[in-house]
């Protein structure tokens, strides 16, 4: 009916400490005028996919900066999937090699952002890509 | 789950499937349901207008303070506790929205991630998406729908407040104020405003030195000079003396209240509104010092404002909720397309100063009768 905000939730799985680039994302998004919940440190997948099922999410941001990303990424989108959140957008950032793309979009990441990606830039994917809101 | 996906048509169907599905326990359908609650759709208006002869069971508790004073922290340690004893929880935390671009950083499940996958903790952030009192003008919609799907207790958690978004005390049962130590003298406890709706005041951090004094100043301005005002003068001077004595009993403080925050309902020789009597407990909410004592502050309060026939609380709310939409009715009915050229000339007409506003606002109240 309205038009409302994409929401978007940005979560730290796994245990690096370095949130530096997620809550400066989540800042960025605001000014781009996305309502971003921000779930903070050290989330394990079940609490991700659960905060995103009870936010009712349109994105899922995931920010992975140890190397863990091929056991993680993989978990939240199943996780998600299984809970029927099929049409929610999973995009990753952090560090993630180029050789994982593929695996990682296989198992159904629609969007890889690495260093020297502008918050533009993912503003833009997000509001080309997410779920039509109703 | 097949059947949330199909998109019927009908938004009344599409809202007796969510409400029934919400209801069993679908915790995807409570989440839809509230997207639709916050986003004013009809499927919401169809849906509440269903869930809310089911709702009125739970415990709403607004919890609000200042930013920083410890909301979420508090809000967690709470779930801890009530979870505890095995009841459900809901809550609903706003953080604000922008008013220049819109968007909002939802920073409250943060702090409460303990119970982050437990089946009976829901938590929903909401942005206030431009409404000014504290809550989004769909909180308490929202907290009815998770009142209405069986949560015990609902915590409405605010936007970091000042001194005067008192709304949320017209949309819980009971009020929890929170403030931190050393936030002020004994002055900022008798201004008018927010500490007015409190019905429990918190003083969180409270391993902070000066915990003990801003409570005992609280409880000295606060419940103390609301008894002066009654007309029992002895009782007034033992409450002075108590109220001067610097905390010294412990994390459980100000107990010694019977009915918290329910100021001699009833027996007023003056109809004039009393002020309460709120309890001051101190917390540490980060370890959970109080928290207990703070769940059974409330409880206490929940069973006083049962016993009243239909409590103040919940007539305000009532009052709220059937204000607002009669608001957005009129609103609604003033924008139809056939009422607008009336509508922009009598703009036109206050603007130039050609029609005072009232008689502008009669002419407009006129045209919806006919």
Redesign the interface.
């Known amino acids: ?2 038009d ?2 994409i929401k978007v939730l940005i979560a730290k799985p796994g245990l690096d400490g370095h949130d530096r680039g997620a809550k400066v994302l ?2 960025g ?12 440190l050290r ?2 997948p ?2 991700i996919a ?2 995103a ?4 999410v349109d994105v899922v941001g995931l920010s992975i900066l140890s190397g863990a990303h091929m056991t993680l990424v993989p978990r939240v989108c199943r996780l998600l999937r299984e ?3 099929n049409d929610v957008l999973v995009v990753v950032g952090g560090i993630i090699p180029d050789d994982d793309a593929g695996e990682l979009r296989a198992a159904g990441v629609a969007g890889i952002f690495g260093p020297g990606t502008t918050i533009g830039e993912v503003a833009e994917f997000l509001r080309a890509n997410a779920r039509p ?2 | 789950m097949g059947a949330l996906d199909a998109q019927p048509p009908d938004p009344l169907e599409r809202a007796r499937e969510l409400a029934e599905a919400a209801i069993g326990g679908d915790r995807r359908a409570l989440a839809r349901l509230l997207t639709a609650v916050e986003n004013r759709t009809a499927v919401a208006e169809a849906a509440l207008r269903t869930l809310y002869p089911k709702a009125g069971r739970a415990h709403l508790v607004g919890i609000t303070g200042a930013p920083g004073s410890g909301k979420s922290t508090l809000v967690s340690a709470l779930i801890a506790e009530v979870r505890a004893r095995g009841r459900a929880v809901g809550v609903i935390a706003v953080d604000p929205s922008s008013p220049i671009t819109g968007g909002a950083l939802l920073g409250d499940r943060v702090r409460m991630q303990s119970y982050a996958t437990d089946r009976d903790v829901f938590i929903r952030s909401m942005a206030s998406r431009g409404h000014a009192g504290g809550l989004a003008s769909t909180s308490a919609a929202a907290a009815a729908v998770l009142d209405a799907c069986g949560f015990d207790l609902v915590l409405l958690e605010t936007v970091g407040t000042g001194q005067s978004e008192v709304e949320v005390a017209a949309a819980a049962d009971t009020t929890v104020v929170l403030e931190a130590p050393e936030m002020g003298d004994e002055v900022q406890a008798i201004k008018a405003g927010l500490l007015e709706v409190a019905d429990i005041v918190v003083v969180n951090k409270g391993d902070r030195p000066g915990a003990q004094r801003t409570a005992s100043q609280l409880r000295a301005m606060l419940v103390a000079v609301a008894r002066v005002g009654s007309a029992d003068r002895g009782h007034h001077a033992a409450v002075l003396a108590a109220g001067a004595e610097p905390g010294t009993d412990g994390a459980a403080h100000g107990t010694d209240d019977a009915a918290p925050g329910t100021a001699d309902a009833g027996s007023s020789p003056i109809d004039r509104p009393r002020p309460k009597q709120p309890e001051v407990l101190i917390t540490t909410a980060t370890t959970g010092d109080g928290i207990p004592e703070l769940l059974a502050s409330l409880d206490r309060h929940r069973a006083a404002g049962r016993a009243a026939r239909t409590s103040s609380a919940r007539r305000a709310r009532a009052e709220a909720q059937v204000s607002a939409i009669l608001a957005d009715r009129i609103r609604a009915k003033l924008d139809a397309p056939e009422r607008r050229v009336e509508y922009d000339e009598l703009l036109r007409a206050v603007a130039d100063y050609e029609l005072d506003p009232f008689a502008a606002a009669d002419r407009l109240l006129d045209g919806l009768r006919r």
Do not use: I, N
């Open positions: 009916m309205t409302r905000p989540a800042r998004l605001r000014d781009e005028g996305f309502e971003v919940v921000y779930t903070g989330q394990t079940e609490m659960t905060a099922l009870q936010e009712d809970e029927g959140q809101r109703t």
